[in-house]
């Protein structure tokens, strides 16, 4: 498999995963131009996507996916509910239906949706597997039990660490953004991402890629800086950190 982060961040959102020449996109939060000038960034065809598995309503999570899927005739896998709060596509017929902690294949790969604690009308996050596990877990306020054992059984994994806890509070969000934000249907901060990993991830994680920094809350040095100093803990931990960012793709990760 290969993956890529299109984009990450309160701008944006957009995962690409590959399995032998067919790939799907988790989330497609970027214009459905962004998302093709990017995936030719990587080399790779917007033509060979068979799927868009949507996480939850926000824009910053579904802005290109009507466009991008009705000119590459593309279904939408969403959940009832979002899909009704987030009006996601006008050609019902590229609308498929999924239940939360679904399995589904396509493009010879395993997704399975599960849920997480956001506000949102039904959030979920997206293992893909085919033999080797990704994990794609954004917008979450906290840890839940289910978050923990995806976490636990993953290879590779695309994590939150949207604000550093200190920064938040001196910013100038207002206090009730503020107050969302730190709650359990908020966003989680670099040293709860970190907490999670350093509590419940297993030698089988070989890579965290941290995503959804917020512009304003938080550094790349910042989130990067927390987890080098938590994870140092965990001798038997031989785990490569990187970032996604909002103006460009990450490289192609193979596993
Ligand atoms: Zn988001
Ligand atoms: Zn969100």
Redesign the pocket.
């Known amino acids: 498999m290969e993956v890529a982060a299109l984009a990450s961040g309160s701008s944006g959102n957009c995962f690409y995963v590959e399995n032998n020449g067919k790939g799907i996109l988790i989330d497609a939060g970027i214009s459905s131009k962004q998302i093709v000038d990017r995936m030719h960034l990587l080399k790779k065809n917007p033509e060979k996507v068979r799927g868009i598995f949507i996480?939850?309503e926000?824009s910053?999570?579904i802005r290109g996916a009507d466009v991008f899927a009705r000119h590459f005739r593309v279904p939408i896998f969403v959940t009832k509910k979002t899909a009704k709060a987030a009006k996601i596509c006008s050609n019902v017929d590229l609308i498929k239906y999924i239940k939360n902690n679904e399995t589904m294949e396509v493009g010879g790969m395993k997704v399975e949706a599960f849920s997480k604690s956001?506000?949102?009308a039904d959030?979920v996050s997206y293992n893909v597997w085919n033999g080797k596990k990704v994990s794609i877990i954004?917008?979450l306020g906290y840890g839940c039990e289910n978050v923990i054992s995806h976490i636990s059984d993953s290879d590779f994994l695309f994590m939150e660490s949207n604000h550093d806890e200190i920064r938040l509070e001196r910013g100038p969000y207002p206090y009730f953004i503020k107050e969302w934000i730190k709650s359990d249907t908020g966003?989680l901060s670099n040293l709860q991402a970190a907490l999670c990993v350093l509590e419940h991830g297993s030698p089988k994680l070989k890579h965290i890629v941290l995503s959804h920094l917020s512009k304003t809350n938080n550094t790349e040095k910042l989130a990067m800086e927390t987890f080098d100093h938590l994870l140092k803990q965990r001798k038997d931990l031989n785990l490569k950190v990187s970032l996604s960012m909002r103006e460009k793709p990450t490289s192609l990760f193979k596993l």
């Open positions: 996480t939850h926000h910053d999570h956001h506000k949102a959030p954004t917008d966003h």
